[in-house]
């Protein structure tokens, strides 16, 4: 049975591979903001996926809970970058996506 410890790899993979897309100038960035996001959102996190591992979470309601968390995901190292609130907000989305794929691809779809 995966484990949080199998999604947090998985998440890290997946962030990395989605941050090739951005392109090299924030590639660094974005993998690091996911991390952090990762870090700070970790309990709650931790909770939800035990929840979807035992079939008591839809995607839908774990979609939710993850983009509830949307305010902590601060996105630091690409502020740093000069980014304007519009490009920050594209990649706060992807990096939420990210967390909800991960999770299902470690979890399995139970919706």
Do not use: C, Y
Not at 34 to 61: H, N, S
Not at 67 to 73: M, S, W
């Amino acid at each position: 049975m995966p484990n949080f410890n199998d999604f947090i790899d998985q998440l890290k993979s997946n962030l990395v591979d989605h941050a090739r897309q951005f392109g090299d100038d924030v590639k660094d960035e974005f993998v690091e903001d996911g991390k952090a996001f990762a870090e700070e959102a970790k309990e709650d996190l931790k909770r939800w996926t035990q929840l979807m591992a035992e079939d008591k979470l839809t995607r839908d309601d774990f979609e939710f809970l993850v983009k509830g968390k949307k305010d902590i995901a601060k996105m630091e190292a690409l502020k740093q970058k000069g980014l304007a609130k519009a490009r920050l907000d594209k990649f706060k989305n992807a990096l939420l996506g990210t967390v909800v794929n991960s999770a299902f691809n470690v979890f399995g779809d139970h919706s």
